[in-house]
C-alpha cells in the first residue's frame, strides 16, 4: 500500500527553525514529484513547496520563499522540509503528498495529489 | 501568479440532491485542475484530474467538467458521507494554488 508518514512537528517559538520529514513506503519514491501542503486551524489547504523527482527543481508559494528549503534523499525514499524563520502565520499541520503525473512524448502531465500523509502540526509559539 | 476562486462558499443540501460546485480561474489553465475532498478531521482526497477524469475509486456520482477558465465538479446524487469541504487545484504553473473551499453540509 502506498503510504507517506511525516514526523517532526512539534511547538517552536517565533523566528526558530524545525525540520519535518517525510518518509514514502509502498512505491517507487524516486519516481514521484512531491509537494508539501500546509492548513492552518479553521482554514483551507495552502500550496507550500514542491520538489521533482530527481530534486533537480523546487518550487515555493510566496509565503514561505527564501524561509523554507525543500530536500530530498531518494536513496532513503525521504522528504525534508527545513523551515527558517518561523513565524505565527506558519502554524498548521503539513502534509507531504504525492504528484502523480504522466510522460507524454516529452511533456510532464501533473495531475493531483493522489497519495497523502496523515500530517504532522507545527505549532509556532512562545 | 493564478488565482482560483469557488462558488459557492458553502451550500447545504439533501440526500440524493444535484450538487454543483464552480472553481474559476484568473488565467487559462488548459485542463490542470483537480478535486479534492477532505471530510471533517481527515486527510484531503483526490476526486478528479485533468479536470474531468475520476480518480480510481471514486463514486461515479462525482463528475468533472471544463469550459474556458471556468469548471465544475457535480455530485449527482448526494450523499450522507458526501459532507464535506472541496478543494480545487491548478496545476498549470508551478505554484500550485488551491481554491479556497466550499463547505457541503447535508440537511
Known amino acids: 500500500q502506498d503510504q507517506l508518514v511525516e514526523s517532526g512537528g512539534g511547538v517552536v517559538q517565533p523566528g526558530r527553525s524545525l525540520r519535518l520529514s517525510c518518509v514514502g513506503s509502498?512505491?517507487?519514491?524516486?519516481?514521484?514529484?512531491m509537494h508539501w501542503v500546509r492548513q492552518a486551524p479553521g482554514k483551507g489547504l495552502e500550496w507550500v513547496a514542491f520538489?521533482?523527482?530527481?530534486?533537480?527543481?523546487?518550487n515555493y508559494a510566496d509565503s514561505v520563499k527564501g524561509r523554507f528549503t525543500l530536500f530530498r534523499d531518494n536513496s532513503k525514499e525521504t522528504l525534508s522540509l527545513y523551515m527558517n524563520s518561523l513565524g505565527a502565520d506558519d502554524t498548521a499541520v503539513y502534509y507531504c503528498?504525492?504528484?502523480?503525473?504522466?510522460?507524454?512524448?516529452?511533456?510532464?502531465?501533473?495531475?493531483?495529489?493522489?497519495?497523502w500523509g496523515q500530517g504532522t502540526t507545527v505549532t509556532v509559539s512562545s | 501568479d493564478i488565482q482560483l476562486t469557488q462558488s459557492p462558499s458553502f451550500l447545504s443540501a439533501s440526500v440524493g440532491d444535484r450538487v454543483t460546485i464552480t472553481c474559476r480561474a484568473s488565467?487559462?489553465?488548459?485542463?490542470?485542475l483537480a478535486w479534492y475532498q477532505q471530510r471533517p478531521g481527515k486527510v484531503p482526497r483526490l476526486l478528479i484530474y485533468?479536470?474531468?477524469t475520476l480518480q480510481g475509486e471514486v463514486p461515479s456520482r462525482f463528475s468533472g467538467s471544463a469550459s474556458e477558465t471556468e469548471f465544475t465538479l457535480t455530485i449527482s446524487s448526494l450523499q450522507p458521507e458526501d459532507s464535506a469541504t472541496y478543494y480545487c487545484?491548478?496545476?498549470?504553473?508551478?505554484?500550485?494554488?488551491f481554491g479556497p473551499g466550499t463547505k457541503v453540509n447535508i440537511k
Open positions: 485533468a479536470a474531468s
Open positions: 520538489i521533482s523527482s530527481d530534486g533537480s527543481n523546487e
Open positions: 487545484q491548478q496545476l498549470h504553473t508551478y505554484q500550485f494554488t
Open positions: 503528498a504525492r504528484l502523480k503525473w504522466d510522460l507524454i512524448g516529452t511533456a510532464h502531465y501533473y495531475h493531483g495529489l493522489d497519495v
Open positions: 488565467q487559462g489553465i488548459t485542463n490542470s
Open positions: 509502498g512505491f517507487t519514491f524516486s519516481r514521484y514529484p
